[in-house]
């Protein structure tokens, strides 16, 4: 079955989804009670009727998703290898859950109460579109540019809480017509939010160098003699002693645990005065990472991988029912995903990868001065 197509698993696993809020501006108490007050029109009635019949199953056959949100607009397509990609960032590769948390979301809405089908009373319920809308567009098409769902959500009613999903106010892009619904729609905040951010697998434990060569500034290895002990630091300045263990572990920790915020294609980036910082591995896994200042949040930075041939044919085979390492496999893989492009990385990541040489070091313990020899008897 396509990743796209939303199975029963996934229709029971989608009542714990949760609704990612945007921001949008506060509503005047006066326009509140003005749509609330249109409901005297219209009498109530027990809806439960679901808001896109079928797309459960169709929304198997989709070929691209708009959103268009007060804090985001993005397109994601399904390229010929059924992945899919963000064409505003040059069709790097989607975050596939959040594309089928999205699908879910809207095929499990369900209409409860038919509200207002004033125009002028969309804004008021957060349900407006264009250069100054609050509403949040999603239009599914399929690869023929048919339409399988489109949907502009608006202001939450009800948050969902424990087992109850929460209540919102809805319409179907091109209609008038408003809904209370309940469910929740799982829309990204932000470009960045619609990213796959998987990039290589690093346990910190394999690190055996740590070589950071910051630009303007001093540079130092960090090297341990065994898989998860202790990093020594090479340059402790006169007068200083290295920090603990623990600290000394941040930048292998960093490259572990490595998440960026956005991309963009690496040629658009000029490297020039970059700070490199290259971790080793014991079997000879060399991931190398450039960064190049990317403004006040951050920095870009490309990431390489290569092969210590000495360390990689020195390496000990691995215990009997481990996994098998081979760096050159390894790095083939991590070049082929990563290679290309540029990751904006967020300054605490930065501080953790690069952390300067001061930050390592403290003051040596002052001597304490000798006994005086006890006095003689008198």
């Known amino acids: 079955?396509?990743?796209?197509?939303?199975?029963?698993?996934?229709?029971?696993?989608?009542?714990?989804?949760?609704?990612?809020?945007?921001?949008?501006?506060?509503?005047?108490?006066?326009?509140?009670?003005?749509?609330?007050?249109?409901?005297?029109?219209?009498?109530?009635?027990?809806?439960?009727?679901?808001?896109?019949?079928?797309?459960?199953?169709?929304?198997?056959?989709?070929?691209?998703?708009?959103?268009?949100?007060?804090?985001?607009?993005?397109?994601?397509?399904?390229?010929?290898?059924?992945?899919?990609?963000?064409?505003?960032?040059?069709?790097?590769?989607?975050?596939?859950?959040?594309?089928?948390?999205?699908?879910?979301?809207?095929?499990?809405?369900?209409?409860?109460?038919?509200?207002?089908?004033?125009?002028?009373?969309?804004?008021?319920l957060e349900l407006t579109t264009g250069a100054a809308g609050t509403g949040h567009a999603v239009?599914?098409?399929?690869?023929?540019g048919s339409v399988l769902a489109a949907l502009v959500a608006g202001k939450v009613q009800a948050r969902a809480a424990g087992s109850s999903p929460g209540t919102l106010f809805v319409r179907r892009g091109g209609e008038d017509q408003t809904w209370l619904a309940r469910g929740v729609v799982a829309i990204p905040a932000s470009i960045g939010a619609t990213l796959d951010k998987t990039l290589f697998a690093l346990d910190e434990a394999r690190v055996?160098?740590?070589?950071?060569?910051?630009?303007?500034?001093?540079?130092?290895?960090?090297?341990?003699?065994?898989?998860?002990?202790?990093?020594?630091?090479?340059?402790?300045?006169?007068?200083?002693?290295?920090?603990?263990?623990?600290?000394?572990?941040?930048?292998?920790?960093a490259v572990a645990g490595l998440v960026f915020e956005d991309v963009i294609k690496a040629d658009a980036v000029e490297v020039a005065e970059a700070t490199t910082v290259a971790f080793t591995t014991f079997d000879g896994l060399v991931v190398t990472l450039t960064l190049v200042p990317g403004g006040p949040g951050g920095a870009y930075g490309l990431i390489g991988a290569a092969v210590d041939e000495a360390l990689a044919a020195a390496a000990p085979p691995p215990a009997e029912g481990a996994a098998t390492s081979d760096a050159g496999a390894e790095a083939a893989a991590i070049n082929s995903r990563v290679g290309g492009w540029a990751?904006?990385?967020?300054?605490?990541?930065?501080?953790?990868?690069?952390?300067?040489?001061?930050?390592?070091v403290a003051d040596k313990p002052a001597e304490a001065a000798p006994e005086a020899p006890p006095a003689p008897p008198q």
């Open 343 to 360: 990751y904006k990385l967020p300054t605490y990541v930065l501080t953790n990868l690069v952390p300067p040489l001061e930050t390592l």
């Open 208 to 253: 055996k160098t740590v070589r950071v060569e910051p630009r303007g500034l001093q540079s130092y290895t960090l090297t341990r003699p065994a898989p998860g002990g202790d990093f020594a630091l090479d340059a402790v300045p006169d007068g200083k002693v290295a920090q603990p263990p623990q600290i000394l572990q941040t930048p292998a920790s």
């Open 139 to 144: 239009t599914v098409t399929a690869a023929d």
């Open 1 to 124: 079955m396509s990743d796209a197509a939303l199975s029963r698993a996934d229709l029971k696993r989608g009542r714990t989804l949760a609704w990612l809020a945007l921001a949008a501006a506060l509503l005047a108490a006066a326009a509140i009670g003005a749509v609330l007050s249109d409901r005297a029109a219209v009498a109530p009635s027990a809806m439960n009727e679901t808001m896109y019949p079928g797309f459960a199953e169709s929304s198997a056959d989709a070929a691209s998703i708009r959103i268009e949100s007060p804090t985001v607009i993005v397109t994601l397509n399904k390229d010929p290898g059924g992945r899919w990609v963000v064409a505003e960032r040059s069709g790097y590769p989607a975050n596939a859950e959040g594309v089928r948390a999205l699908m879910l979301s809207m095929a499990q809405l369900r209409l409860i109460d038919r509200r207002t089908a004033d125009p002028a009373r969309h804004a008021a």
